[in-house]
């Protein structure tokens, strides 16, 4: 049983969301953003804008771009995510 399942079968308001924000510049590259990149503030920007929307992503995996991506796959050939 999942924790989802659980908070659901007890009546609990607890949510859980995955953020996929995209690459996110860290002290492990220099901090160094730019093009695909983002700073970390950019990064929280995306997230804050995707808990303030008024949707309910509960158990969802949430993109970068607000969307919620349905099958979650990654092509290490490709280095890209598809869904």
């Known amino acids: 049983m999942n924790y989802g399942m659980v ?8 949510r859980i969301w995955g953020f996929m924000p995209g690459a996110v510049a860290t002290d492990l590259n220099g901090l ?13 920007e995306l997230i804050v804008a995707t808990l303030s929307d008024g949707q309910n ?4 995996l949430v993109n970068w771009d607000g969307s ?16």
């Not at 992503?57 to 969802?60: A, P, Q």
């Open 7 to 14: 908070f659901a079968q007890s009546g609990s308001q607890r």
């Open 32 to 44: 160094a953003a730019g093009g695909f990149v983002k700073t970390p503030a950019a990064a929280a």
């Open 57 to 60: 992503h509960n158990g969802k």
């Open 68 to 83: 919620e991506i349905a099958a979650y796959e990654v092509d290490f050939n490709q280095l890209s995510v598809q869904g």
